[in-house]
């Protein structure tokens, strides 16, 4: 069973649940019997099942979560927040807009049928992993082999590893890549820039694609299964694809209205909170309450970023922040790992500083030397930062330039795909990971 299957599982499932409890109500349980889907309940009940849908969604139901308690507590967040904005249209209408019956019958039902949404997906993750052959440097493999572990787009394993010169046809007329491929049952193959410029080894990746194996570069392969670029397989022509910042002038006014809108929700959504971070701050931080720090906006320009201050008075320590920083306040500490600490950035958004979504935008400092260390780093500066983006929710901090290489080329990736779909994804996987946690 494919993951794709058991999603579809998993939404046809939950649909049904509500037909049911919809239907039930208004033939069985009202007195006198309604009509289900001829009255404003029918839409509000549509509001409810939406809400619970795009919450799965964003935790990751129902394969994403890595155990059944996980799953179970995505389940009841996604129906607390469909149940959160139907009480508040309540609030709002001054009135009952859904009955009791429905809303408790699916409260009770949804979650123990996304554990088993969940267990059919376990079920099925063993099957949908590639196979893969990778044919090359041993870095390369180590790199493939490191990257499988962590979130991956696309399930894999790593069954077989050759060296270049391993996979050289043979004078005797053998065919090592193509022997070992099929004994270890592979999918997927992988080809180093060495073992691209092998004649004999191209011409078995050929035959062993004829065969339906899939031959990829390493750049492909981790580009599709990992969502990032290598920068080791890079050259500079490789880099000249159309970014949808830079060519595609509807997707730019159509990200600006989105950022301007999220941006006004997030000004409503900071006066309401600074009254409690004020008093926390009072208590927990002693000192001011807001922070601002140079960073490298678009084109390299210099703008002031905004945040609560989450490190101690007077700090002016620039080296790379981490997990767990000793610099880091006790209240600042709930104010990082509940993500309110990037709130006052919505300031930023609105004058067009950053967008929602984009590269993290770095200091200034950091930028000119990573530029001297890391190739094609300030290709990132052809698009707006963002509050959140690609490389934030695929990988943790940054704390060493090894760390900022890592997500480069996870930001290099972003600017290949740029567009709405894409943006939307990150969206939600941000949402997600603060609900449950992960990169940031």
């Known amino acids: 069973m494919s993951r ?34 001829g009255t404003e309940r029918f839409v509000w009940s549509v509001v409810f099942i939406s809400s619970f849908i795009v919450g799965a969604y964003a935790t990751g139901l129902p394969d994403l979560p890595r155990t059944r308690l996980l799953a179970a507590g995505s389940a009841l967040i996604s129906a607390v927040v469909a149940l959160g904005v139907v009480s508040m249209a309540q609030l709002l209408f001054g009135r009952p807009l859904l009955p009791r019956a429905t809303v408790g019958g699916l409260m009770l039902t949804l979650t123990p049928w996304s554990i088993v949404a969940w267990h059919l997906s376990r079920d099925g993750s063993a099957r949908l992993a590639d196979r893969i052959l990778v044919v090359g ?137 600074l009254p409690i971070v004020f008093v926390g701050n009072r208590i927990g931080n002693k000192g001011p309450l807001f922070y601002g720090q140079p960073r490298v906006a678009k084109g390299g320009d210099i703008f002031q970023i905004h945040k609560f201050r989450s490190m101690s008075s007077g700090t002016t320590d620039t080296s790379w922040t981490a997990e767990d920083d000793a610099r880091i306040t006790p209240f600042g500490n709930v104010l990082r790992r509940t993500h309110l600490d990037e709130l006052p950035q919505v300031w930023n958004i609105l004058r067009g500083d950053i967008s929602v979504v984009g590269p993290r935008p770095e200091q200034p400092h950091y930028v000119e ?36 290489r890592e997500k480069l080329q996870y930001d290099l990736y972003y600017l290949r795909r740029q567009s709405t779909v894409l943006d939307v994804r990150i969206v939600v996987r941000t949402l997600r990971t603060i609900f449950l946690g992960g990169g940031r």
């Open 369 to 404: 030397e990573l530029e001297k260390k890391i190739p094609y780093f300030g290709i990132r500066h052809l698009v707006r930062p963002g509050l959140t983006g690609w490389a934030q929710v695929k990988y943790s901090y940054a704390a060493s330039d090894s760390d900022a």
């Open 4 to 37: 794709r299957a058991t999603r579809l599982i998993f939404l046809s499932g939950t649909l049904a649940l509500w037909l049911f409890f919809v239907v039930a109500h208004a033939r069985v349980l009202a007195t006198p019997a309604y009509d289900p889907f």
């Open 137 to 273: 440097r041993d870095e390369e493999r180590g790199a493939i082999e490191a990257d499988l572990v962590g979130e991956v787009e696309r399930p894999a394993e790593l069954v077989g590893h050759m060296s270049t010169l391993d996979a050289i046809r043979q004078v005797d007329g053998s065919a090592p890549l193509v022997a070992l491929a099929r004994e270890r049952g592979a999918d997927v193959i992988v080809l180093d820039s060495a073992s691209q410029a092998e004649t004999t080894i191209v011409a078995q990746a050929a035959q062993l694609h004829a065969e339906g194996m899939r031959v990829r570069t390493v750049s492909l392969f981790t580009e599709e299964y990992f969502g990032k670029i290598s920068v080791s397989e890079l050259q500079r022509v490789s880099l000249l694809f159309d970014i949808g910042e830079l060519h595609r002038m509807r997707y730019v006014r159509a990200k600006r209205i989105v950022d301007v809108l999220i941006g006004l929700v997030g000004v409503a959504v900071l006066v309401a909170i």
